[in-house]
């Protein structure tokens, strides 16, 4: 039976470590907590939120209703043949012991996704990704349970929209589902996705090309490159990469030579946004105690007591500049409480 506690501190429960409160804790560990929970709260008016690693929010003041940790957990086999393997994995499982465990499996898909912070639940909302992989290339489905009438629901994934960092549930039904379990198709036989330059790079330092060195390598990659947020509060990446239409990145080709642009398949251009907050000064900047790290430019950190209020601002006027120098809008990945 799961246990309602009051008055909670989170700082402990989002990654930027914000000492935000929240009225109501719970974390309950099966489909049957949960219903139970939602057949009570659904006769209040007291707000909800889910939260599941708190890698991807930042909370700007405390929240005034439930905070809700889904748990479930385990990892079942659903079907197997000689080429692939379908597993159901609980909202609650942490995604990086999954992939672990599908690495010591020997089943591949997951191996570039290795080392992102967050829980299995959490995965298709933003659709994660890293170094030339999408959680979407192995989901399956997604099931879920709609907060309004308890309904239990099942997304194929050509119903979830995925796009880059997106989806359906960040979307139209963004706060209305908890998802409960995720499904992911993975390869007996693995095909390995090198596509990403510094991946390549990396596995030219193991002899053997194997899902464990590829899990090797990015976790390398990974923590030479990403402040550790034990070590310094932070969500990874808090702004998406900007898209913008072919003829203008020729005009700002013409400008600035070393921009890197991607082309993408519908003809637009992606931009990294970190390239234009480096170039728009605010690298290792630090206002009080919030701060642009120093390494990398697109990931905003709290180097000790900074409010969620704080590192909004500085967001903010990150935006502004690089609207001004560039004119390109960077969306905030983060989900900001
Ligand atoms: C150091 C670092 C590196 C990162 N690197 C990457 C990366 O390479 N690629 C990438 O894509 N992301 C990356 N991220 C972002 C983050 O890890 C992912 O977005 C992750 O999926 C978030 O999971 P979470 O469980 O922590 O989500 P939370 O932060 O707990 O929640 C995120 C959102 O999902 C909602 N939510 C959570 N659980 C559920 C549920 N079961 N049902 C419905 N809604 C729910 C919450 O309400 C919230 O709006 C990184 C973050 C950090 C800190």
């Known amino acids: 039976m799961f246990e309602i506690k009051e008055n909670f501190s989170l700082k402990n429960y989002n990654t930027f470590g914000i000492d935000a409160k929240c009225r109501f804790f719970v974390e309950?560990?099966?489909?049957?907590?949960?219903?139970?929970?939602?057949?009570n709260h659904n006769k209040s008016d007291i707000p909800l939120m889910i939260l599941g690693g708190g890698s991807n929010v930042l909370f700007t003041q405390d929240f005034e209703g439930y905070v809700l940790r889904p748990f479930i957990k385990g990892i079942e086999i659903i079907e197997e043949s000689e080429e692939d393997i379908l597993v159901k994995v609980g909202a609650g499982e942490d995604?990086?012991?999954f992939v672990e465990y599908c690495v010591e499996k020997g089943w591949g898909g997951v191996e570039n996704l290795s080392l992102i912070p967050g829980n299995v639940g959490t995965c298709p909302i933003q659709n994660i990704g890293a170094y030339g992989v999408e959680v979407k290339d192995v989901i399956e489905e997604v099931e879920s349970l709609e907060i309004e009438n308890l309904k239990k629901n099942t997304f194929k994934n050509a119903e979830c929209a995925f796009g880059y960092r997106d989806s359906i549930f960040k979307r139209n039904l963004k706060g209305k589902q908890i998802i409960t379990y995720v499904s992911f198709r993975l390869k007996k036989q693995p095909v390995f996705m090198l596509n990403y330059g510094s991946l390549t790079e990396e596995l030219n330092k193991f002899n053997e090309l194997s899902l464990k060195n590829i899990r090797k390598a990015v976790i390398d990659i990974r923590e030479s490159k990403l402040p550790d947020p034990k070590?310094?509060?932070?969500?990874?990446s808090f702004f998406k990469n900007p898209v913008i239409e072919e003829s203008y990145a020729k005009g700002l080709k013409q400008e600035y030579e070393d921009i890197p642009l991607y082309k993408q398949d519908n003809g637009t251009v992606k931009v990294p946004a970190g390239w234009l907050i480096e170039k728009a000064g605010w690298k290792g900047k630090r206002i009080g105690d919030a701060g642009v790290h120093e390494k990398q430019a697109l990931v905003l950190v709290n180097y000790g007591n900074a409010t969620g209020k704080e590192i909004f601002n500085l967001a903010?006027?990150?935006?502004q500049s690089v609207k001004t120098k560039f004119n390109i809008n960077i969306e905030m990945e983060v989900n900001v409480v």
């Open 95 to 97: 995604w990086d012991v």
């Open 316 to 319: 903010q006027e990150i935006q």
């Open 231 to 236: 070590e310094i509060g932070n969500s990874g």
């Open 28 to 39: 309950c560990s099966s489909l049957d907590e949960i219903t139970q929970f939602l057949e």
